[in-house]
């Protein structure tokens, strides 16, 4: 290279350090199917195996993270435990290959895995969640409400049955509710509730609208709940992903919405759980001491107005 070359190491240019997955031709079952479904995709998502390393931020602290089996889940999951944090994680019971993969990841970090299947439309089973967390970790630091369940319909809402909404309402907002409200009497001060929201809370997409629907109230619920607890220490904020390449896409949305996921954002890709991860450690660290009630956009430059 010439002295008049400009440097442009790809391992720091975002458009081109991780690329855009490989989705053609991908469809998988819906979430719920048994096996592993991280291992069916074609293009398998990078969680940060080879490349997050950990600084002892979240050093001796135990985390609670539901949906902790794959996708945004299984990537913050290793990053805490990399950076010090015992971590116990929820899947549905027919997700378990793919959640002893992430507790092996965990453990291969030095630090224990609680793996905890259920229904987290079950409000018994969450009190029971948090119960074991606590009675077999030690105590608990840091609640990650990730877990989701969303399915795309091209019909929008002439086609979401009420049967569907119900299970989208259960699984991204009672059950936030009721960990939450299950989490507090147990959460020290310096504490953190975090929650996973979504570009689609500020930028519907119709044929996403019941999903959409619960992530905007996620980010409602976050300021509130920020603001009554604040005296007591603790801090609640969100993450809204954009369009991350996890198993719930080829899963949950038509095989054209598949083809090309995410080149429409400013970036021109989709990103990677690994590239969300780093925004939960933030957010669960004392590094964001003074950051709570907030939102955290990880979109490849899509804007985010909540």
Known sequence: MSEHEPHEPATTDPQRQHGQPDTEGEQLPAPGSPGSVTERLGDEPDHGEESYRGTGKLADRVALITGGDSGIGRAVALAFAREGADVAITFLPEEEDD???????VEAAGRRALVVPGDLT?????RELVRRTVDELGG???LVNNAAYQMAQPGGLADITTEQLDR?????????????????PHLPRGGSIINTTSVQASS????????ATTKAAIVNFTRGLAQSVAADGIRVNAVAPGPIWTPLIP???????????????PLGR?????????????????ESSYVTGEVIAVTGGSPVHT
Do not use: H, I
């Not at 079950?122 to 969450?126: P, R």
């Not at 259960?170 to 509710?177: D, E, I, L, P, R």
């Not at 899963?251 to 080149?263: Q, R």
């Open 168 to 184: 989208v309402l259960k699984t991204n907002v009672y059950a936030m509710f009721w960990l939450s409200r299950e989490a507090l």
């Open 122 to 126: 079950s409000e018994d089973f969450c």
């Open 140 to 142: 608990l630091d840091v």
């Open 270 to 286: 989709a990103g990677q759980p690994a590239e969300v991860a780093t925004a939960f450690v933030f957010l669960a660290s004392a």
């Open 204 to 211: 519907p997409s119709p044929e996403l609208l019941d999903y």
């Open 99 to 105: 959640a002893r993969r992430t507790a092996e990841l």
């Open 251 to 265: 899963a949950t949305m038509p095989e054209e919405k598949v083809e090309g996921f995410g080149s429409q954002v």
